[in-house]
């Protein structure tokens, strides 16, 4: 048997028995969409420098180019589609929750801003893409979305799929409730990361016995530490990705594997 097969199976192993699973995914779990990496070759960091786009300060000087680069990344997500281990995640929260107190309970951590983990609940249940989630298991946000827009003056939130004109300022978005400038919804470097979300997380993950790590490079705090917690309670860490990072050597066990591949034959065993 092939060593990645050894893996998947000690994998299933593991969450046989896991009573609370915490999945964090990154970038990773939504290169298979079509939706490219941070870090990777030809990643977003690699095409284009955060430094200059991803700030409070970038945004504050020339909002229209922050803009112009997040509509490219919306239109860019917009058609992709939730890829199998979006969808055998889904699957195996909704399996989980249907079992009330027999299953196990599965919360997502995610850093993406692509809202695949949401879109993949409503596909697999044949719900409108749009449809209100589940608060129980809706993925948490850490990094935000990028298809929610907010307020920079009354901190008003909206969803808006549709173009963004950044041709002037006077064109970008505006706050219907009290006209300031919108921004993309999204956490940029120096930001604090959105207190729900990041509370859910920690708690999440605190009381997990086991955490599923798909698909991030574990490079970004404090996203990266959140399996730590599981593992200081006693827990076990799963990895999923076809490179090593710095979690690798904290898991239990490593699966080099791509995240569509891995991970739907990893949760068959609950589903
Ligand atoms: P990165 O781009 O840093 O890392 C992506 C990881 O996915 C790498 O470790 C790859 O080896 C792995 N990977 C690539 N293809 C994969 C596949 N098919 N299946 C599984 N894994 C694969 O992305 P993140 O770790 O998500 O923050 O980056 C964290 C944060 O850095 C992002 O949320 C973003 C960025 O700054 C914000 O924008 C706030």
Not at 63 to 88: E, G
Not at 218 to 236: D, E, I, M, N, Y
């Amino acid at each position: 048997m092939h060593p990645a097969e050894h893996a998947i199976n000690d994998g299933r192993a593991l969450i046989t028995q896991a009573r609370r699973i915490a999945i964090l995914t990154g970038a990773g779990v939504s290169k298979e969409s079509g939706i490219p990496t941070f870090r990777d070759a030809g990643g977003l960091w690699r095409t284009y420098s955060p430094q200059e786009l991803a700030n409070p300060d970038a945004f504050a000087r020339d909002p229209a180019l922050v803009w112009a680069w997040y509509d490219m990344r919306r239109q860019k997500m917009a058609p992709c589609d939730p890829n199998p281990a979006h969808l055998a995640i889904a699957r195996c929260q909704l399996f989980n929750a249907s079992q009330g107190k027999e299953g196990k309970a599965i919360h997502v951590i995610t850093q993406n801003v692509d809202g695949l983990h949401a879109l993949a609940l409503n596909r697999v249940q044949g719900f409108p893409d749009d449809a209100p989630l589940d608060p129980a298991l809706a993925p948490l946000e850490l990094h935000g979305n990028i298809y929610r827009i907010r307020c920079t003056g009354c901190g008003a939130r909206r969803v808006d799929r549709g173009p963004i004109d950044s041709s002037s300022v006077a064109a970008l978005p505006h706050c219907r409730l009290c006209g300031a400038l919108e921004r993309p919804d999204i956490v940029w470097f120096g930001e604090m990361l959105p207190e729900g979300p990041l509370q859910g997380s920690i708690a999440a993950s605190s009381d997990a016995d086991l955490a599923l790590v798909v698909g991030t490079s574990g490079l970004v705090q404090p996203a990266a530490s959140l399996p730590l917690l599981t593992r200081q309670r006693g827990g076990h860490i799963i990895e999923v990705n076809p490179q090593a990072t710095p979690l690798s050597r904290e898991a239990t066990v490593v699966i080099p594997m791509a995240a569509g591949a891995a991970v739907p034959k990893l949760l068959k065993a609950s589903d």
